[in-house]
């Protein structure tokens, strides 16, 4: 089976195994029948804006 088709891989709270969703919708523990926390997706800093020039000073001359 190829791991894109996989879809998202989980951790059970009860039994702690790890298995993989398959892409369904309702995710339930393949060996003991419970469901996943839900977990939040937290947002990651925003990138630096680049300007397109080195600032003055970052390299000496010479």
């Known amino acids: ?3 894109l088709n996989r879809g998202s891989k ?3 709270p009860d039994c702690e195994i790890k298995y ?3 892409g369904k919708e309702a995710v339930v523990c393949p060996r ?3 469901k996943p926390a839900v ?3 937290l947002k ?3 990138p630096i804006k680049k300007t397109g020039r ?3 000073g970052r390299y000496p001359h010479g």
């Open 1 to 3: 089976m190829n791991s």
């Open 10 to 12: 989980h951790t059970c």
């Open 20 to 22: 993989y969703d398959l």
């Open 32 to 34: 003991c029948g419970a």
């Open 39 to 41: 977990t939040k997706v």
């Open 44 to 46: 990651t800093a925003r």
């Open 54 to 56: 080195m600032p003055s």
